[in-house]
Each structure stands twice: as structure tokens, then as C-alpha cells.
């Protein structure tokens, strides 16, 4: 629990974790003004891109923050402190992976929200949500200045503050746009929302869990650029598993074994599903889920097996 | 058989090779030592840089492995993570969180000793004081100086009342009243029937509180022995007086001379530039 809490406290001061997080959220309410030009099926783009940007500074944040949690402990030798204590590997290693975890459900978190607002915020016929768009302006920066606030009063750290800050004011500018429309008179709660976009982000979370399990195993002997390249490199190989099994259609075994080995992510990938009205059903997330577990432990094991033997 | 169950640390035959990436022998950091270390005496490791002082650490602590030989840690191998439980380790850096308090790092120490509570308070506040911290113990490690950092690897090393302390050059970054302090401190351990074991460069140090060192030379063990037994001159006696006359002192150096053939020589005992040091520091803090 100690490990635990140690981690989590580390990650969430590491300015970049703000960074990323902030920047996903963003470059996903800049979506809508990016499509206000009438492209065509502009919900339609804003939903796309939302959930790729979450996808990609998702993984980015797996990969860094896994390297920053465990690798990080061997460049500063921290390590040699903690395992002259009486602290078994494999409970340091599921620590880091537990904090890592936290990280990544926070960060999807906010990345739903900061989708749910971009669809909201996408012009319909040319008609803008000043409303919206207003608050999120304001309320951006406001999240700010308690963080601040708070660091020059207590000299606490100024990120763990600002992302809870940010956090707060996601959830309460969906609760306050879902109770309003574009004109701002009041509605029935949550009918300015399109809710479905929730079980789509869940879906990109539990993938991004998955990546975060292979980041961590990665971690155990790489740096975070060699760490993110893999996973970059593990994410599009994913998506284009099926694409590569029918490549080595004509040597089934190559295919099975190319399969079994690349995480399955075109399974996790929601924007097909949600296209034409389609929605994600909890027997899908559900079987998401599993996969996601079954392939997460037996990562971690290959992680925890490199691990174990490490010597410092 | 009772002096068996008097070792705290059993090495024999122990060697570590570094093997390279292809599993190539590269680097024989200790070769075939033999090590025996009792129970309640302070034991020095010494030697130059890359002689296998920290490698030999680091195998005590189960953090590096032998590649062959056996190694024994309070009668178990040091692999087994129980046996941490009763070790206290102060490494040569002082690898702390920069962004937790003195008192934040301690406690988050405490917890992995399973120390709770009030105990765990109370273990904290007693070590931080001990190490005079307690003006800075709610400031971030960050801003320490090298010598505060050291003294709160120090007391994160005594904090779960370890009967093995293990202490990577202890001394180093230290001002010399600090210094005598954590000397103090460690003697202060040994008459409390702790066993310690000191890697360090600064042979004063050592050999003001070691009872026994080993010398270390490209990963093997050059000497060993109790420290007054190493450091004696056969053949040589020191003779001190206490303000003799002139005239006694000419009588006794001629019948020296006399009965042996050869006239010693006559110098001033001297002190020590620490015992100059700490008495001037002190009388300077005493003015008000």
C-alpha cells in the first residue's frame, strides 16, 4: 500500500503527466472549431478524433509514466533503498503496475469527458455552442488558480493539484452542459449529452490498461523512448492484426502464432462500432474486459519473470 | 559451534563476474573472498576505488548474485526478503525521493518495515532527532545540503532497530562535528550489541572506530586482521612523558642510548586536526 501510494504521489507530480493530460484535453475541445468548416459528418469527425487523440496520448502517458515509475527507480538509484528493505519483488512490481493503473483510469477520466464536451461543442448547421464554448474557455484557466494558489500558500507541488483541479471542472462543465442547450435555456438533464460516447472511452480504457501492463513489462529493462516506440509499434501492429493473419493466410501456424502474440487493439478500436449509429454493448466491454485481463497477466508474468532475476 | 551461530556474515570462496550482453564473462569485481563478520563488531572494508567493496554490498543486501562461492546473512541466504527485516542499509549516494520531507520519507520507510501507529511516529521523531534534523524535517530532501541527506539515509537505515547495519561510506559529505557525531552514533550501536559493517575511503574514520578491517584489492582480500594489530610497528615502542625536566629528559634519553645504541627521537605528542577542530567549534558555540 505504501508502494502504492509512493508511486501514485510521484507520477502525479511528474509535469509531464499534466502536460499529456492537458494536451489530450485540448487538442479534443479544439476538435469541433477544427470542423466548424462544414467538412461533412462534422460529429462525426470530432468523435473520431477524440477517441484517437485519447488513444495515442494514452499510450504516450503509459509509456512515459511506466518508464518514470520503475525505470527511473534504477537511474536513481532509489531501488537499492527499497529492496534493502524487507520488499519482495513481485509486491514492488504489482505496486507500480497498480499506480500506473490509477493513472491510466484518471487519465480516461478526463479524456471521456473532454470528449463528451467536443461532441457537445461541434457545430450543428453552422450553429455554435457559445455557451460551451465560453465556459471552457473560462473554466480552463480557473482550473488553474487553486493549484497555484495552493502552491504558493503550502508550497505544495503545483501538478497533482492542477490535474485535480482540471479534473473537477471537466466533470462539472458535462454536468452543467448536459442540463443546458446551445442557447442556453434549461433541459432535461443530460439530453444535450450523447452518453454513448461513454462506453466508447470505457473501451479505450480498458486497451489502454493492456498497453499500460506492457509498458510496465517493457520498463523493466528499457528506457521510455525505446518503451513508446514498442508500444507505437505494438498499437498500429494491433490494428492491422487481421490484415497481417490473412497476409500468412497460406502458413496458418505463422498467422496463429502472429495472433496470439500482437495485442488484438482493432478490438478495442470504438469509432467503427459507434459509425452509423451503432453502439457499444457491456457483453462487448465485457468480453474486451477479459481479453484485456487474460493478456494484461500474462504480460505482467513475462514482466515480473525479467524483473525478478534483475540485479541492481 | 557457538561461534558459528556468532557470524553475521559468512562469505566463502565468494565471486562476482559482470557478464556482458552475450553472457560473456567481463569484469571479476570479487574474486574468491573469504569474509566472516561477528556479532557486535564494527567491521571496515577498505580498498580503492573498484576494488568490490560495493559489489560486496550489494551481495550481502541480495541485490547483486554471486556467481559462485557461499554467501550467509544472519545464518540465511540473502535472497530470502525476511532477513531484510533485521538489516539496516545506508548506501553510498544518498538515493532518496527529492520531493518528500525528512519526516515523509522516514515514515514512508517505516510503513515498509511494517511499522504503524503511534509507533511508527514516535520511531520517526526519536530517529530525526537523533540525526538533528528536527529543524528541517519538514523540508523537501531536495533542498538538503549532501551532509542533511546523509543524515537521513542514516536514520532511514535505523529505523526498523536492525541488528546488521550496513553503511557505504557513512562519513562522506559529512563536517567533521558531524562526523563524530554519526561515529558517536554507531559506536553507540556496537556497546548496544549491533554489527556493523563499513565500506569507506576515509582510513581515519576507520580506524578510530573499526575493531576489525579487510583490504580489498582488485576484488580480492590483500589483509585482514584487528585494527591495533595491524596498525603495530614491530620493533618499535612509543615512550610518552608527561612535562618532563630538561635535565631528567637529557638523563633518560643518555641512558636509552646507553642500554641500546641508538638515541630516540624526542617530538610533541600531537592531536589530531578533528580533535582541533571539534574543540574550537565547540568553544566558539559556547560564547554567547
Not at chain 1, 531501488?79 to 487519465?107: E, N, Q, W
Not at chain 1, 460551451?132 to 497533482?160: D, E, K
Not at chain 2, 573472498?33 to 561477528?38: G, N, P, Q
Request: hydrophobic residues 50%; aromatic residues 8%.
Amino acid at each position: 500500500m505504501a508502494l502504492t501510494g509512493l508511486a501514485l504521489s510521484e507520477l502525479f507530480r511528474q509535469p509531464a503527466t499534466l502536460l499529456l493530460i492537458l494536451t489530450n484535453v485540448v487538442c479534443t475541445i479544439l476538435v469541433p472549431l477544427a470542423v466548424s468548416h462544414q467538412l461533412g459528418q462534422q460529429t462525426h469527425l470530432a468523435v473520431d478524433s477524440s477517441l484517437a487523440f485519447e488513444f495515442v496520448f494514452g499510450l504516450i502517458l503509459a509509456g512515459y509514466a511506466a518508464c518514470s515509475t520503475l525505470h527511473n527507480e534504477y537511474l536513481s538509484g532509489t531501488i537499492l533503498t527499497i529492496f534493502s528493505k524487507p520488499v519482495g519483488r513481485l509486491m514492488f512490481f504489482l505496486a507500480k503496475f497498480s499506480a500506473l493503473a490509477v493513472l491510466i483510469v484518471f487519465f480516461v477520466f478526463c479524456a471521456s469527458a473532454a470528449s463528451l464536451l467536443a461532441e457537445r461543442l461541434t457545430p450543428r448547421n453552422f450553429e455554435f455552442d457559445t455557451l460551451g464554448m465560453r465556459l471552457l474557455g473560462v473554466s480552463l484557466f480557473v482550473a488553474l488558480i487553486p493549484a497555484a494558489i495552493v502552491n504558493f500558500r503550502t508550497r505544495r507541488s503545483f501538478v497533482p493539484y492542477s490535474l485535480f483541479f482540471c479534473a473537477l471542472m471537466l466533470a462539472g462543465l458535462v454536468l452543467i452542459l448536459s442540463t443546458f442547450d446551445l442557447e442556453g435555456h434549461r433541459v432535461a438533464f443530460g439530453s444535450m449529452i450523447n452518453w454513448s460516447l461513454v462506453p466508447a472511452c470505457l473501451l479505450e480504457g480498458i486497451a489502454l490498461l493492456l498497453l499500460a501492463a506492457i509498458a510496465i513489462s517493457l520498463s523493466v529493462r528499457l528506457a521510455a523512448p525505446a518503451t513508446v516506440a514498442i508500444l507505437l509499434v505494438l498499437l498500429f501492429a494491433g490494428l492491422v492484426s487481421d490484415h497481417l493473419t490473412g497476409l500468412l493466410a497460406a502458413v496458418p501456424q505463422a498467422g496463429f502464432v502472429v495472433k496470439m502474440i500482437l495485442p488484438d487493439i482493432q478490438g478495442f478500436w470504438p469509432a467503427d462500432k459507434l459509425a452509423g449509429g451503432g453502439i457499444i454493448t457491456g457483453a462487448l466491454i465485457g468480453h474486451a474486459a477479459v481479453y484485456a485481463a487474460a493478456y494484461g497477466t500474462g504480460v505482467l508474468c513475462l514482466g515480473y519473470a525479467a524483473f525478478r532475476n534483475r540485479q541492481f | 559451534m557457538g561461534e558459528t551461530t556468532d557470524l553475521v556474515i559468512e562469505a566463502r570462496k565468494l565471486t562476482k563476474i559482470f557478464q556482458d550482453f552475450w553472457g560473456r564473462p567481463k569484469v571479476c569485481a570479487v574474486n574468491e573472498i573469504d569474509l566472516e563478520v561477528r556479532r557486535g563488531e564494527l567491521f571496515g572494508l577498505l580498498g580503492p576505488n573498484g576494488s568490490g567493496k560495493s559489489t560486496t554490498i550489494k551481495m550481502i543486501l541480495g541485490l547483486l548474485h554471486p556467481t559462485t562461492g557461499l554467501l550467509t546473512v544472519l545464518g540465511q541466504s540473502p535472497r530470502n526478503v525476511a532477513v531484510k527485516s533485521k538489516i539496516g542499509f545506508m548506501p553510498e549516494e544518498s538515493y532518496l525521493y527529492k520531493y518528500l520531507t525528512a519526516a515523509e520519507i522516514l515514515d514512508f520507510y517505516a510503513s515498509l518495515y511494517g511499522l504503524s501507529g503511534n509507533r511508527k511516529k514516535e520511531r520517526v521523531s526519536a530517529l530525526i532527532a537523533q540525526v538533528g534534523l528536527d529543524a528541517a524535517r519538514n523540508r523537501p530532501i531536495g533542498e538538503f545540503s549532501k551532509g542533511m541527506a546523509r543524515r537521513v539515509g542514516l536514520a532511514q537505515c535505523l529505523l526498523n532497530d536492525p541488528d546488521l547495519i550496513l553503511l557505504d561510506e557513512p562519513t562522506s559529505g559529512l563536517d567533521p562535528l558531524a562526523c563524530r557525531e554519526v561515529k558517536d552514533i554507531l559506536l553507540g550501536l556496537v556497546r548496544r550489541g549491533k554489527t556493523i559493517l563499513i565500506c569507506s575511503h576515509h582510513l581515519a574514520d576507520m580506524q578510530d572506530i573499526c575493531d576489525r578491517v579487510a583490504i580489498l584489492m582488485n576484488g580480492k582480500v590483500c589483509a585482514e586482521g584487528a585494527v591495533k594489530e595491524l596498525l603495530i610497528n614491530p620493533g618499535t615502542l612509543r615512550l610518552s612523558l608527561e612535562s618532563p625536566s630538561r635535565e631528567s629528559l637529557s638523563a633518560i634519553l643518555d641512558y636509552i642510548e646507553k642500554e641500546t645504541g641508538t638515541r630516540p627521537l624526542v617530538d610533541h605528542t600531537g592531536r589530531t586536526l578533528e580533535s582541533v577542530f571539534i574543540e574550537t567549534v565547540k568553544q566558539r558555540n559556547s560564547i554567547p
